[in-house]
């Protein structure tokens, strides 16, 4: 799937979270995986707010299961 004229890792987040809405609503499915360390979780919150399906805690044949932690856990 192209991303259009940049390259994933060449994208901010803005231009990544805006391509992400409007391929959804162009009545796209899409998925996320991705390495979430301590400071990944807030991307993994605006994906999901937007409506993309992550795989973080269910896939456990191909990934380790993730507890994603709530924004004041996280700030503890």
Sequence with gaps: ???????????????????????LEEGWEVYSCYEAGASGYWLHRELVKLGVKNHLRGQKKALSVVAVPTEEQEEE
């Design 1 to 23: 799937m192209g991303l259009g004229s940049k390259p994933p890792g060449k994208m901010s987040y803005v231009e990544f979270l805006n391509w992400v809405r409007k391929k």
